[in-house]
């Protein structure tokens, strides 16, 4: 679609990892030395980290979890469903858009340490939002999720995890 190629171009994006397209637009200067840090971080984090995040319904964000709170803000497009799998083993699903009459929210928080994925709700369309991830975002902290182990971990929510994994 021509219009998400435009959204490619302007903002820069690049493929990501877990599927989509993103561009960090935000590093904080300030850097938490890891002594300061709670949980298992390797090294220094900077305080905070923001990228733009573009899906398309042909594609969807993969499960994967990071160990730190990430906080989505809706820009356009359709609504985008976050999917996530708490430390608990429940399930569930949050509409992130502009439609906050049907319960949608421009902005949701994903804790950390859950298994997360994402899904453009409409077909043939785009989501285009921004995360923001505090402490900063560093691959070090980013965890994909391999199909069988979470298949493993979380049985009852095999439907979803087949849909929201590759192999």
Not at 6 to 19: K, V
Request: net charge negative.
């Amino acid at each position: 679609m021509k219009e998400i190629e435009s959204i490619i171009a302007s903002l820069e994006l690049q493929a990501h990892p877990e599927g989509g397209y993103f561009k960090e637009t935000y590093r904080s200067k300030e850097v938490i030395n890891q002594s300061a840090l709670e949980g298992d971080f390797s090294g220094d984090r900077n305080y905070c980290t923001g990228i733009y995040f573009l899906l398309t319904s042909d594609n969807f964000s993969a499960f994967h979890r990071i160990k730190q709170d990430e906080m989505w803000h809706f820009y356009s497009g359709s609504a985008l469903y976050v999917h996530i799998i708490d430390k608990d083993g429940n399930y569930s699903k949050t509409e992130v858009g502009m439609d906050l009459e049907n319960g949608q929210k421009p902005q949701f928080v994903v804790p950390a340490g859950c298994w997360f994925a994402s899904s453009v709700k409409d077909k043939n369309s785009h989501s285009l939002v921004g995360c923001t991830v505090a402490p900063g975002f560093d691959f070090q902290d980013f965890e994909l999720a391999q199909q069988e182990q979470l298949l493993k971990e979380c049985p009852i929510h095999t439907e979803i995890i087949k849909s929201l994994t590759r192999q």
